[in-house]
T-cell receptor, first 115, second 112 residues
């Protein structure tokens, strides 16, 4: 079945450091890939997405590229801020009229950015 | 524009009881999905409702059931609660069944 594996946290970085959170997936066909973020006390929010191979999703300085050859969708940011402290979830989806539109999430990676 | 709202935010039940969680979808959205998020884990798909019909279901037993109403709000019902049902239950709405999901803040259920 479909699954997502992401690096375990917590990840602690100093402000302005470079961030990479690794995500690899297993899926049949051609899933869409997502990064969601969960800030403390808030609901999950879509951070970025990519729907086909070699697509790059970007938002708020974060980027991720859909790599079919390595089945990866690593999240990167060049210079993190304290406000980026949150839990980040990698997810995939495939559309299926029988099973609906379900997201498969990784376990999440907690990021703490210190001043 | 009102976002996705869920109630109650927290509740405590005992094993064997039943619980109903409620979700109001974002204005204009006709699809609702429910997810269970255990502590330290990613959300797990329970089911999806599209225009009042169950449109897909994850690997959850039949004691997890749901409804979607004509105004597209939704309920999640869990019967015969077990200790492992303790989790954050997330509702998400979307414009249609393949659309971007907008999540509520969740209902945290504790089963004692």
């Amino acid at each position: 079945g479909n699954s997502v594996t992401q690096m375990e946290g917590p990840v602690t970085l100093s402000e302005e450091a470079f961030l990479t959170i690794n995500c690899t997936y297993t899926a049949t066909g051609y899933p869409s890939l997502f990064w969601y973020v969960q800030y403390p006390g808030e609901g999950l929010q879509l951070l970025l997405k990519a729907t086909k191979a070699d697509d790059k999703g970007s938002n708020k300085g974060f980027e991720a590229t859909y790599r079919k050859e390595t089945t990866s969708f690593h999240l990167e940011k060049g210079s993190v801020q304290v406000s980026d402290s949150a839990v980040y979830f990698c997810a995939l989806s495939q559309e299926d009229r029988n099973s609906g539109y379900a997201l498969n999430f990784g376990k999440g990676t907690s990021l703490l950015v210190t001043p | 524009e009102t976002g996705v709202t869920q109630s109650p935010t927290h509740l405590i039940k005992t094993r064997g009881q039943q619980v109903t969680l409620r979700c109001s979808s974002q204005s204009g959205h006709n699809t609702v999905s429910w997810y269970q998020q255990a502590l330290g884990q990613g959300p797990q798909f329970i089911f999806q409702y599209y225009r009042e019909e169950e449109n897909g279901r994850g690997n959850f037993p039949p004691r997890f059931s749901g409804l979607q109403f004509p105004n597209y709000s939704s309920e999640l019902n869990v019967n015969a609660l077990e200790l492992d049902d303790s989790a954050l239950y997330l509702c998400a709405s979307s414009l249609d069944w393949t659309g971007e999901l907008f999540f509520g803040e969740g209902s945290r259920l504790t089963v004692l």
